[in-house]
Structure formats: structure tokens, C-alpha cells
């Protein structure tokens, strides 16, 4: 991966001239990521190409996290022009890769990351944030009309698909307009760092922040993509969330908690089938098993019975996780 041209002027220009530049692993977005080494100290370099990324929500939401006490890492020097962004680094500590080689830290870690989720939620979202409402849910959502199903080869209903999904939010968008929380949307093992001397875990990848609720990002720690997390400690990790945000309806907060979780699953089968077909990624297809796992386990509760009546309707079983095992998909 070869370093954007106008890094080394712009590491000159803020003290870091000579700087060796090292690529980092990315993500499924076109930004670039490099660490800078200079003696004994780094930083990271963000290369956010103009024409399809913006540095403002990532300095935006970065600057709110640091106001609340929470740990972004700090943006060190930025040009938005050239789509060059500096920050702090924090390591190779990723909670993912971390807690395969040290699972019995597996509990604590989570807690940990429990914990700073009931603490954002205690404070409303910031009004510069945009809402998760309705119209960027249905966007959402309309990936699996619009890449899954054609990638699987099967028609949908697409008019009764939405008036499913409308019926099951009115009381989850109620809320949201009633309270919103700043929900930070990737909030996973993979973005989540084990930080030296700290028991507050590091953030990253919270540009898409929006003001929604707040058992979205508990859908994305618990029922993450791209690692099994024990159904034990998934209703371990809710009730403490519950206990320490002061939920006063646990039931009413577990149904909301599905019916995220079953928006933000159908979503990323869209998003991992639009990486397979439109970009040409196909390292996130061995993942979809897990995430119809998740999918079907949100659909069997009550709340959601609208939209599992849709999937049962339009969705054949052979098109779902069978599909993806063992390379079926291919």
C-alpha cells in the first residue's frame, strides 16, 4: 500500500519531517490508514480521499467524545483538502485479535465496554449530530432489497418488506425523538482498543456517528459480525447495561434491543454482499452465517413479528445461511 503523495509535505509541516511511513490494515471504507514512526514515537495517518470521505464528522464526534471524558484518539494535525488526518496512537490492541490469543479476558473487557456505552447514554446526543430516524433506517434496510436478493437470485415484495419494518419501529423512533443518545453505529471488538495502564478502552471508527438509541451499539458488541459472542454473556452484558443505565423497563428495552438488532443484521447483509459484488471484497462473505444466526434469533421475538412474516414470505431458507457455507456463494 503505498503512502498518498502529499503525506511526507504534510508530516513535514506539522514536525514530523523524515518520518518513516508504515501501512496499516484498513476497512471496508476507502480511507487508508499508515502508522508514522519517528525514533521512538508514532501516530497514526488517516488518508480519507476527499472525493469520497469526510474528515468533519470523524473531527466532529472525536471532539464531543473528548469533551464527555471518553477516549478517541487525538487528532494531532489535519488537512481536509488533501483528506490528511493525524492522530494519536493506540497501539496494535485490538479487543478482536486480542481476546483470541487471551480469552479469559473475554468478561472484563466487555464490562468495560458495557460500561462506557451506559455512560454515553446519560448524557443526550449533541444537537449538531444527525438523527437515526426513519428515512436513514429505511436506507439501511433497502440493501437487502437492492444487492442481496439480486446477488441471490430471488424476487421480493419490496412494498410490504417496508411497511413491515415502519410497523415495528413507530415505538423505537418514539423514543428516539423522545431521548436521543449519541450511538456511535461500529461499536465492536474490532473497533475498540486495549489501551497500556488504562481500564477505559480506546474508540475508533466513529464518524457515522447519529442520535439514536441506545441499544444500537449494544446490538453491535453483542452480536458482532465478526466474532461469536456466548449468548450467556450477551444476557449478562444487557442486564448490567440495564442496571447500570438505570433501565426501568428491561422488557420494553429488550424489545427495542431485537428489533435494532434485526435492522442493523439485515443491513450488514446487504453491506457485506454490496463489498462482494460492487468492490470486489469478498473477505467479509465468510461472515454472513454468523450474522443470519443473529438475524433469525431477532426475528423470533414477538416485536418483530411483522418483519419475520415478510422473510418467511419472500426470503426461501436455502437463500439464507446455507447459502454462504462452504463457499456456496462464491
Given amino acids: 500500500m503505498i503512502p498518498p503523495a502529499a503525506a511526507p509535505a504534510f508530516l513535514a509541516a506539522h514536525g514530523w519531517a523524515g518520518a518513516e511511513i508504515r501501512p496499516l490494515a484498513g476497512d471496508a471504507s476507502f480511507r487508508r490508514y499508515f502508522r508514522i514512526h519517528r525514533g521512538a514515537d508514532t501516530a497514526v495517518l488517516m488518508d480519507a480521499p476527499p472525493e469520497h470521505e469526510d474528515l468533519g464528522p470523524f473531527l466532529t464526534v472525536a471532539g464531543h467524545l473528548l469533551d464527555r471524558g471518553f477516549l478517541p484518539p487525538r487528532p494531532l494535525a489535519v488537512d481536509r483538502e488533501q483528506g490528511l488526518l493525524l492522530l494519536e496512537d493506540f497501539g496494535d490492541d485490538r479487543v478482536g485479535p486480542l481476546l483470541a490469543r487471551e480469552p479469559r479476558r473475554e468478561r472484563a473487557i466487555y464490562e468495560s465496554a458495557v460500561d462506557i456505552l451506559a455512560a454515553l447514554g446519560g448524557d443526550p446526543a449533541p444537537t449538531d449530530i444527525p438523527p437515526y430516524d426513519d428515512a436513514a433506517m429505511t436506507r439501511e434496510v433497502a440493501l437487502f432489497t437492492e444487492w442481496y436478493a439480486p446477488a441471490l437470485d430471488f424476487r421480493v415484495d419490496e412494498a410490504s418488506y417496508f411497511a413491515a419494518w415502519r410497523e415495528v419501529w413507530s415505538r423505537v423512533l418514539a423514543e428516539v425523538e423522545r431521548r436521543p443518545v449519541l450511538v456511535l453505529r461500529d461499536y465492536h471488538a474490532d473497533n475498540l482498543m486495549v489501551l497500556p495502564g488504562r ?22 458488541l453483542l452480536q458482532d459480525a465478526r466474532r461469536d459472542v456466548d449468548p450467556a454473556l450477551e444476557e449478562a452484558m444487557l442486564a448490567r447495561y440495564c442496571a447500570a443505565a438505570g433501565v426501568d423497563d428491561a422488557a420494553t428495552f429488550r424489545a427495542d434491543y431485537e428489533i435494532l438488532g434485526a435492522q442493523r443484521n439485515t443491513k450488514i447483509l446487504g453491506i457485506f454482499t454490496r463489498l462482494w459484488k460492487r468492490d470486489g471484497k469478498t473477505s467479509y462473505l465468510p461472515l454472513q452465517p454468523r450474522v443470519w444466526g443473529y438475524l433469525e434469533r431477532n426475528l423470533a421475538h414477538p416485536a418483530l413479528a411483522p418483519v419475520k412474516a415478510w422473510f418467511d414470505a419472500n426470503v426461501p431458507a436455502e437463500k439464507r445461511a446455507p447459502a454462504w457455507i462452504e463457499g456456496v456463494v462464491a
Avoid: I, K
Fill in 199 to 220: 481500564r477505559e478502552l480506546g474508540l475508533l471508527d466513529f464518524q457515522d456517528a447519529l442520535a439514536g438509541h441506545p441499544a444500537y451499539d449494544l446490538v453491535s
